[in-house]
């Protein structure tokens, strides 16, 4: 059964920084990508940065310089992702994805919030 679990959100004063996580298992495939997507309120669902097997990252324009995503790899490819969240401003505010693909499928995690008071 895959699974993906995001932890690592709550509340931080603008100009803090916080450190999610994300574990996957159960992945029967090498894992191509894994991504960090954010949702605040009355907003579409937006990515914030991925990070592609080969090792290349991309990243929304609003958090690059501030934010950095990275991985770790076990025996089975990458499996674990962070997202590194510096200089958080209010508009970081929204609750925080991880979407992990494998071969032409993927799964979400169940999300974490992430508030940055002004």
């Known amino acids: 059964q895959v699974q993906v679990v995001e932890s690592g959100g709550g509340l931080v004063q603008a100009g803090g920084s916080l450190r999610l996580s994300c574990a996957a298992s159960?992945?029967?495939?090498?894992?191509?990508?894994i991504a960090w997507y954010r949702q605040a309120p009355g907003r579409e669902r937006e990515l914030v940065a991925a990070?592609?097997?080969?090792?290349?990252?991309?990243?929304?324009d609003s958090v690059k310089g501030r934010f950095t995503i990275s991985t770790i790899s076990s025996a089975n490819g990458m499996d674990t992702g962070y997202l590194q969240m510096n200089s958080l401003q209010p508009e970081d505010t929204a609750v925080y994805y991880c979407n992990v693909m494998w071969g032409p499928r993927s799964s979400w995690g169940q999300g974490t919030q992430v508030t940055v008071s002004s």
């Open positions: 159960g992945i029967p495939l090498s894992v191509n990508v």
């Open positions: 990070m592609n097997r080969d090792g290349s990252q991309n990243y929304l």
